[in-house]
């Protein structure tokens, strides 16, 4: 599985960012779909993850409230959705998908990465 996530930038703090990962796949079934974030200096860290058969849908308690992940089926395509933007959001932002059992919570459960996409958010 191949995935390509896009739609980073810079944004003044308060702002709103949509995220995509897009798959090389016709379909997600079966798997989970994660964004994990890693700032210059930290280690990567969770921020939200859907399960493509259920639609259930996990956040970091960094992301509640304020992200908001979906999945578009018709264009095998996973959104995080980001408002209310601080400067402590920047980062790479990575999508995974996963197909072992395991928590979405922990990148090491994840099979596939994308490349990052630069979310910079300006104070």
């Known amino acids: 599985v191949q995935l390509q996530a896009y739609g980073g930038g810079l944004v003044q703090a308060g702002g709103s960012l949509r995220l995509s990962c897009a798959a090389s796949e016709r379909t997600f079934s079966g798997y989970s779909i994660g964004w994990f974030r890693q700032a210059p200096g930290k280690e990567r860290e969770f921020v939200a993850a859907?399960?493509?058969?259920?639609?259930?849908?996990y956040y970091a308690d960094s992301a509640k409230g304020r992200f908001t992940i979906s999945r578009d089926n018709a264009k095998i395509t996973v959104y995080l959705q980001m408002n209310g933007l601080k400067p402590e959001d920047t980062a790479d932002y990575y999508c995974a998908a996963k197909v072992r059992v395991g928590s979405s919570y922990y990148s090491e459960n994840y099979d596939y990465w994308g490349q990052g996409t630069l979310v910079t958010v300006s104070s």
């Open positions: 859907i399960s493509w058969s259920t639609g259930s849908t």
